[in-house]
């Protein structure tokens, strides 16, 4: 073959290699997109297997305790059973809460956003746990530095997720213990860490806690009405403000949530 048709077949192998690699690029990213879907479906499967089965637990629960009342004479005797229908009946109001929130987290594309000052937030949540705090023997601390900035959230949204935090800390806190509320900032961001001296969360468990219904071992050992959704609310609620949230924590030391959100832009002024 001469010069000039090697040069004239190089164009068409160039066109059939770029071909082929668009082809294997789209096969990638099909394939890539399967296990994606799949990963997502098996997810899916295990909250509605989890959730399945909380839900006839509690029923069962309630429903046995109904048809023993119907049967007991005794005052006490039904009192104690009336308190279990009524322990029983919150945490099934709380679950169906908690799956509420997160579904209209997870089809909600954004909040609105605006700037908010949170030292006013900070001061809302301790005022609100105070009570709880010297109910328990536990100190309720709050650490906010000096010309915070403010950060872009839905306010509402925010506080809830941040009294999340606090409640958890102060319920797997033992009495005596200490619960720490610190904001901070750096250039971009205002950070917000949430420390407390309880329980702690074991190593292998610190990957999982974001997921919904996941609870860490000892926790369900302290608390057998958890949701197993808080975190996962928690979680989705800062990313949708655009921020992020890690987990250090030492079983039996304590553990620290960290949260990081965005400075609010300050507008400049036109001359």
């Known amino acids: 073959m001469s010069k000039h048709d090697k040069e004239k077949h190089q164009p068409i192998k160039l066109q059939r290699q770029n071909a082929l690699d668009e082809i294997l690029a789209y096969a990638e990213a099909q394939q890539t997109e399967l296990a994606l879907a799949q990963e997502h479906t098996n997810m899916l499967r295990e909250v509605l297997n989890t959730l399945s089965h909380d839900l006839k637990t509690l029923l069962s629960v309630i429903n046995t305790n109904v048809y023993l009342l119907d049967r007991k004479t005794s005052p006490d005797q039904k009192q104690r059973l009336l308190g279990q229908i009524r322990t029983q009946s919150q945490y099934l109001e709380r679950l169906i809460k908690d799956i509420l929130t997160i579904s209209r987290l997870d089809v909600m594309p954004c909040f609105s956003l605006s700037p908010v000052k949170l030292d006013s937030v900070a001061n809302t949540i301790v005022n609100q746990f105070q009570v709880i705090a010297e109910a328990h023997a536990l100190r309720l601390e709050l650490e906010v530095d000096k010309n915070l900035p403010a950060v872009m959230a839905n306010e509402i949204e925010l506080h809830r997720a941040l009294s999340n935090l606090v409640e958890n800390a102060l319920y797997y806190t033992p009495s005596t213990g200490t619960v720490n509320i610190r904001m901070t900032s750096d250039?971009?961001?205002?950070?917000?860490?949430?420390?407390?001296?309880?329980?702690?969360?074991?190593?292998?468990?610190?990957?999982?806690?974001?997921?919904?219904?996941?609870?860490?071992?000892?926790?369900?050992?302290?608390?057998?009405?958890?949701?197993?959704?808080?975190?996962?609310?928690?979680?989705?609620?800062?990313?949708?403000?655009?921020?992020?949230?890690?987990?250090?924590?030492?079983?039996?030391?304590?553990?620290?949530?960290?949260?990081?959100?965005?400075?609010?832009?300050?507008?400049?002024?036109?001359?």
């Open 187 to 271: 250039v971009t961001s205002v950070l917000i860490d949430v420390r407390d001296t309880g329980i702690g969360i074991a190593e292998a468990d610190l990957p999982y806690i974001f997921t919904p219904f996941y609870r860490a071992s000892n926790a369900r050992e302290a608390d057998s009405h958890g949701t197993g959704l808080g975190l996962a609310i928690v979680k989705k609620t800062i990313e949708l403000h655009g921020g992020s949230i890690e987990v250090r924590s030492h079983i039996g030391k304590g553990t620290v949530f960290r949260v990081r959100l965005p400075i609010a832009a300050i507008p400049t002024s036109v001359a």
